[in-house]
């Protein structure tokens, strides 16, 4: 008998008393695939099984840190495909403002004209961004995806074929809106598969597409240069197909939607006040970005005389900071939390820019005033969008798309008050200064809301939860006691 109890503590057989599979002594040991534990003979290479397991076993367990256990929390393809499509769909959404300088040469535009046709694809983007929000929570992000990068194809054949006045000019604007409409869906597929404790990063690198605007103002005016300006849109229509092929060999959809929510619960952010504030804010820092990115090219051209391609060159050293320091902010977020985040933000913005309004003459310190905007603007786009699915955790991708839709929309104003100040002020710097006045309002907003954010659904600062809530509702129990994800799946 004691032989028997201890060949079952040994193998983990049956024990024939109970009818039931003794445990297993090690303690990571699995049931053989395929095996029912209750029910079947156990054959005597249980344990063989077993003890060959143990090196894996023990590589399986070993704890990751740092850059490596945030990537182990999610699915490192999946942010890898997000970042790649919304970064080409950044760069094609602002052509027109990287090759202003050659548009406004060809059609001999007027300052008020130029804001015009650099603000229509910044508006026409954020219109957009809220319909392909809501396609993507019912076709799946990543099917939204490949059909918005087919319509950029198209449109960028549009623009290469039929482009030659100035009406058709307005109207390739809007096609460019296209491109703009990508930024809710892109965070929100990169950022699905982690958990919100890392969300504030995953969807900092996604968003650190925004470099493609640097990349844009890098490439396009050598190429307008040697091929013409209008060629630029027959290359940009040939490229797409890199990120549409990344985003099918590589994505898989994430499984942090309810499937079972009605169009109503999805747009609900749409008429509470968080929704509003959070997209005013963001109008500040993201409209600010791809406003001034879209608009600086013809800055540097009209007021430092310097070259086309100069002009872009010097727009890319702020655009490319601040992409890079989105990841920063959305890194600093999760640890010092959204609203102490957005707080600095907003206070270095309002002060370079009234800074950069008033130092015109000197190239030197605009273009370093110019680097401490943009990487402020950066760290508060990353900030804002760490609350976002601490706020709505199931329905990010449509709350991310209106709230980008109505901040972006911020971003439209920027090249028309500047086009505005000059051509009525004779000067581009109450543009900057308006800018600045707005960014200290939403500081103020800000500040008093935040009381009752961290007394609902966030911790001080602007923190993740230990429990998040679920869009204030109470989480749902599972059979076994676990909380429910937001497919329904225990957690």
Request: one cysteine or more.
């Amino acid at each position: 008998m004691a032989e028997g109890a201890k060949h079952r503590a040994g193998t983990g057989g049956r024990d024939r008393e109970s009818g039931t599979v003794g445990a297993l002594q090690h303690p990571g040991a699995l049931p053989r695939p395929g095996r029912n534990r209750t029910t079947g003979p156990v054959h005597s290479d249980v344990r063989s099984f077993v003890f060959d397991l143990k090196p894996a076993m023990h590589v399986a367990q070993t704890p990751r840190h740092g850059f490596a256990a945030f990537l182990a929390a999610g699915h490192a393809p999946t942010l890898l495909a997000a970042f790649v499509y919304f970064a080409f769909s950044c760069c094609i959404w602002v052509l027109n403002g990287a090759m202003a300088p050659f548009i406004t040469e060809t059609f001999g535009l007027s300052p008020a004209q130029k804001g015009l046709m650099l603000s229509i694809p910044i508006i026409a983007g954020a219109l957009m961004r809220f319909p392909l929000g809501v396609l993507a929570q019912y076709i799946g992000r990543k099917n939204a995806t490949l059909v918005e990068m087919g319509m950029i194809a198209v449109a960028m054949l549009y623009g290469f074929f039929f482009v030659d006045s100035f009406n058709n000019l307005l109207a390739m604007g809007v096609l460019l809106g296209i491109a703009g409409a990508s930024f809710g869906v892109a965070l929100s597929l990169g950022s699905g598969w982690f958990p919100p404790q890392h969300k504030g990063l995953a969807m900092g690198l996604v968003g650190a597409g925004n470099v493609g605007t640097a990349v844009s103002v890098l490439v396009a005016p050598p190429l307008a240069n040697w091929l013409g300006w209008q060629a630029v849109y027959g290359v940009a229509a040939a490229a797409i197909a890199l990120p549409m092929l990344v985003m099918i060999l590589f994505a898989k959809e994430p499984p942090d939607v309810d499937a079972h929510a009605g169009l109503r619960q999805h747009v609900a952010c749409l008429f509470e006040k968080d929704g509003w504030a959070f997209s005013l804010i963001y109008g500040v820092t993201f409209g600010g970005f791809i406003g001034l990115t879209t608009f600086l090219p013809s800055y540097y051209y009209d007021q430092f005389g310097v070259s086309k391609v100069q002009a872009g060159q010097l727009t890319m050293l702020a655009a490319f900071m601040g992409a890079a320091v989105r990841v920063v902010g959305g890194w600093l977020s999760d640890r010092w939390g959204g609203v102490n985040t957005l707080t600095l933000v907003l206070a270095v913005v309002a002060v370079s820019l009234v800074a950069v309004g008033f130092a015109s003459g000197s190239l030197a310190a605009t273009t370093l005033l110019l680097m401490l905007c943009f990487a402020a603007l950066g760290a508060g786009n990353g900030a804002l969008f760490q609350l976002v699915p601490l706020r709505w955790p199931t329905a990010t991708a449509v709350a991310g798309s209106m709230i980008g839709e109505i901040g972006a929309l911020g971003g439209g104003l920027v090249p028309n008050a500047m086009g505005l100040s000059k051509q009525y002020l004779g000067s581009y710097a109450w543009g900057f200064v308006s800018f600045a006045v707005l960014a200290v309002i939403m500081l103020g907003v800000m500040r008093v809301m935040q009381i009752r954010w961290t007394r609902t659904w966030a911790e001080k600062g602007g923190r993740a939860r230990s429990v998040p809530a679920a869009d204030f509702a109470p989480a749902l129990a599972s059979p076994r006691g676990g909380r429910k994800s937001a497919g329904g799946q225990a957690a």
